[in-house]
């Protein structure tokens, strides 16, 4: 198991949820996101999509399968990388 603290630093639209959601279901890991007492299946767009997500907000991600060490890098490049430009309100 693989656990790492992420902080958001781009926005995410819809489309980038998307983007995520796809590169999770790449892994065979199971791959969860932990914030403020939610937990929540990466490869689920409704899962995600109920979680508020803010640029500058810290989560974790908590990994367990034969893929994790690949998973969790990157999936971190992808919280870290330049984003859509969806307004954050």
Known sequence: MRMAEVT?????GL????????????FSSEI????GGVHVNVKSLLGLACVPLR???????????????????KLVRFFSASGSSCREG
């Not at 489309?15 to 790449?26: G, I, R």
């Not at 969860?32 to 914030?35: A, F, G, S």
């Open 8 to 12: 958001l630093e781009r926005c995410l």
């Open 15 to 26: 489309e980038d949820l998307v983007a995520l959601v796809d590169l999770a279901e790449s």
């Open 32 to 35: 969860y996101l932990h914030k």
């Open 55 to 73: 640029r500058g907000e810290r989560f974790t991600l908590v990994l367990h399968g034969t893929d994790e060490e690949e998973a969790l890098g």
